[in-house]
């Protein structure tokens, strides 16, 4: 079947041309790169400088064979009959790569025909036009065309790409015909799976975004990636990207594709882990480039083998991608970013899709897909977001650097250090926030920005970690000053260095809805779900969430009865009542595993006072095993805190509430019996707490609520869920604290929850 019969393919000229005439090395030396806003303003400048009568981002479009390429030309200039294709750099003209000046060529060439051919030119002239953001300075390469010439140059890219869009094209379509008679993998739903299933399905077919709040147990992953496959052929979805905060729920996400693929054997689908560039490195001693890196060199070469073999396996794990990537020796996490492009499902992490160059949400833009997104344990992106939308600048490591930093830079760095010191002189406290970055300190950090950019520019070779470091830090700092607003806090922590006071600034987001609404805007369909994501207005509010999304509470295939809640009601976990409630928590938790001894987790506020109460514990019932969390475990020490946990053992876990034993984990049946929560869950009481709670106050009215408690009793949730994970699960809760009983708490928890509330009074 000739898949171009009915049906065309649209592709962009600069994916087109990425996609033909990309040679050579893979070369991530350090160049420096003008941002997002600079290469704007760069365009508007040069633009600016043309003639009257000059027209810029001029739309094209042709057609070969069954092939639409479209695109938008950066400016012609009919008085002249010159087509212009502008690129911003920064440093030397010199140091432009051939290969990418080779790229820039073939695809002012494509525009070049469909200019002809829009307005029948037999000839025009076209030029690459250079610009240089620091001197303004343009460097323009013109050469003369004859339409004809052009138009073979069109005609031989097209061909090129034109055996890969028809077996795209075939694809899709063996795709979407077997996903529209694709079977659920399982004999039957779960309770409660089929309601979030349809609901996911509804969102898709109406183009909204969803937010489900679903129990453990129901098969929430495969309960929303099935009903988006049996969506994708109806609403016509290019994408489906699934996003998890932590590895686990990626590999949940992988199970559950494999599930799919077990019951449909032939379905013709390609899925993708996306893993760290940190991870997949195979050479971390090693510079990314041809000269250093085996696995750099001539990768463009051997990339089309590569990933023809890729997409023809299909199924790309981590390690399926590695080693594809090793047998045709190209870099494995440059290989999974290319795929990323021409696979059906795409899992990853968070930051993928909502940090600031998020590689899916920019081929999203670029290719104009329509892609549809799940956030699996989406409770986690409200903290997650904010680090991404926040920067830090450290004086310390800032005085450190300047030590060995080359003399040239030197005027630069003492003009910053001085700006930096006058933040912090008139600051009578350690702590303190501001209501805007002061200008001259924003102008000091872009001198010293541009200053470093042009030494490195100019010494492509020196290398100093350091200095690269504050240089990255500065630039993330420096983009955030341009956006800075209301949902962000500036501010100014004093500490003292060797006797000096040094401070550390800090651009905090607080509110991440306005960077993340594009981000929801941009795909066909959301959706977010999770066991905790409620108040929906709280979620709603700080994730910047459409006005029409849809909320849907998933009956729990839970019963009262299999879960006992007690609140310890006489008990007061406040600072400063903690250390009066180390002795009657001990008790507590003695008295109920000597009524049903087995295997416990107990969760505090913090590692002092878990210690604290552990010590006691051990010192009152040395019988009884304990084991603790400690700070800074590695993978190895989780597995073996979590290896105690057997269905044949006995003793209490301690752990931090919010911590790494505190959701994510599965302990069914006997390996986990109960939980012990002595602590509401609400954040530490400071300064910079209490600028968030007045932030909140000022744009929801609800400060306290949206500062303190909704974030607290999301982890006391997330904690007790850890006890019933299957329908034949039994188990107890502990809610440890007086407040626990309040009507506002109460109102939080769980709905099928039974509670005593005054068990332990």
């Known amino acids: 079947m000739d898949p171009g019969a009915h049906v065309k393919y649209t592709v962009a000229v600069r994916a087109l041309t990425e996609f033909t005439a990309k040679q050579g090395d893979l070369d991530l030396r350090f160049t420096p790169a003008p941002s997002a806003q600079e290469g704007i303003a760069g365009h508007a400048t040069v633009t600016a400088r043309r003639a009257a009568g000059y027209q810029a981002e001029v739309s094209l479009a042709g057609q070969y064979k069954h092939l639409l390429v479209r695109g938008r030309a950066d400016g012609y200039d009919p008085a002249s009959n010159q087509l212009e294709e502008i690129k911003t750099y920064k440093g030397k003209f010199e ?11 073939a695809q002012l060439r494509m525009y ?42 069109f005609d031989e890219q097209c061909e090129r790409f034109l055996a890969w869009a028809d077996q795209e094209l075939a694809h899709r379509i063996a795709r979407d015909q077997a996903l ?112 250093s890196c085996p696995l750099a060199q001539g990768f463009y070469d051997r990339l089309p083998q590569a990933r023809q073999a890729a997409l023809v396996t299909g199924a790309l794990d981590k390690a399926t991608t590695r080693a594809i990537a090793l047998e045709y020796r190209v870099c494995p996490y440059y290989l999974g970013q290319e795929l990323a492009r021409w696979c059906d499902v795409v899992v990853g992490d968070y930051n993928y899709y909502f940090d600031t160059g998020a590689v899916l949400h920019g081929l999203t833009l670029d290719n104009q897909w329509r892609a549809a997104v799940l956030v699996d344990e989406a409770h986690n992106l409200i903290e997650r977001a904010r680090k991404m939308y926040s920067a830090e600048l450290d004086q310390a490591a800032f005085h450190f650097m300047r030590q060995s930093a080359p003399a040239a830079l030197k005027k630069s760095l003492d003009r910053l250090n001085r700006a930096w010191n006058a933040l912090h002189k008139e600051q009578g406290q350690a702590y303190c926030a501001y209501p805007e970055i002061p200008p001259k300190f924003a102008g000091a950090l872009q001198q010293a920005i541009s200053a470093i950019t042009d030494f490195l520019a100019e010494n492509p070779t020196y290398f ?13 700092f420096s983009r955030l000053i341009e956006s800075f607003d209301a949902h962000s806090l500036f501010d100014v922590a004093k500490e003292q260095h060797g006797g000096r006071d040094r401070s550390v600034l800090c651009i905090r987001n607080i509110l991440p809805a306005p960077f993340l609404a594009p981000r929801f805007g941009a795909a066909r369909t959301i959706t977010l779900f999770s066991a905790t994501l409620s108040p929906w207005h709280f979620y709603c509010d700080m994730l910047g969430l459409p006005q029409d999304t849809a909320c849907i509470d998933v009956e729990s295939p839970f019963t009262a009865e ?37 295997n416990y987790l107990a969760f505090f506020s913090s590692f002092e006072y878990l210690h604290n109460v552990a010590e006691l514990f051990r010192a009152r019932h040395p019988a009884i095993p304990v084991w603790e969390q400690s700070r800074r475990m590695d993978e190895q020490e989780r597995e073996q805190f979590l290896a105690r946990f057997t269905p044949a053992g006995c003793g209490i876990g301690f752990a931090v509430l919010g911590g790494a034993f505190a959701e994510g984990i ?35 009215g609800a400060g306290y609520d949206y500062a303190y408690l909704y974030p607290g009793l999301q982890k006391v949730v997330q904690a007790a869920g850890r006890v019933i994970r299957t329908q034949s699960d039994r188990g107890i809760v502990y809610l440890i604290d007086d407040r626990f009983a309040r009507l506002n708490v109460r109102t939080l928890l769980p709905r099928w929850w039974k509670v005593d509330w005054h068990s332990e009074s």
Not at 201 to 216: D, E, K, N, V
Not at 464 to 476: P, T, V
């Open 666 to 700: 599965d302990l069914p049946g006997e390996r986990l019996v109960g939980a012990f929560i002595a602590t509401l869950g609400l954040p530490q009481f400071n300064p910079v707490n209490e600028q968030i709670r007045e932030r909140m106050d000022a744009a929801f």
């Open 180 to 291: 529209a008679a694709l079977h659920f993998p399982h004999a039957a739903f779960r309770s409660g799976q089929r309601q979030l299933a349809e609901a996911v399905y509804r969102a898709a077919s109406s183009g909204r975004c969803l937010m489900a709040q679903a129990p453990t147990g129901i098969g929430k992953t495969i309960g929303t990636l099935f009903p988006l496959l049996k969506a994708c052929p109806a609403q016509k979805l290019d994408k489906i990207f699934f996003l998890a905060a932590k590895t686990s729920g990626r590999a949940l996400a992988l199970d559950a594709l494999a599930q799919i693929r077990q019951g449909a054997p032939t379905l013709p689908l390609r899925t993708l882990e996306l893993i760290a560039r940190d991870k997949a490195c195979e050479h971390p001693d090693k510079a990314c480039h041809g000269e």
């Open 464 to 476: 100093d970690s350091g200095l690269q470091r504050f240089y990255f830090d500065a630039l993330h």
């Open 112 to 153: 070049g025909w469909l200019l002809c051919q829009k307005l029948g030119l037999s000839e025009v002239r076209l030029a690459l036009v250079y610009f240089e953001i620091g001197s303004q300075k343009e460097t323009v390469l013109v050469e003369q065309y004859a339409a004809t010439a052009l138009q073979q140059h």
């Open 562 to 598: 299999q879960l006992t809640v007690r609140i310890a009601g006489s008990i007061s976990t406040r600072y400063q009542h903690r250390a009066q409630s180390f002795a009657p928590i001990v008790e507590l938790m003695a008295r109920q595993y000597r009524e049903r001894p087995g």
């Open 95 to 105: 140091a432009i790569p051939d290969n990418h000046r080779h790229l820039h060529w």
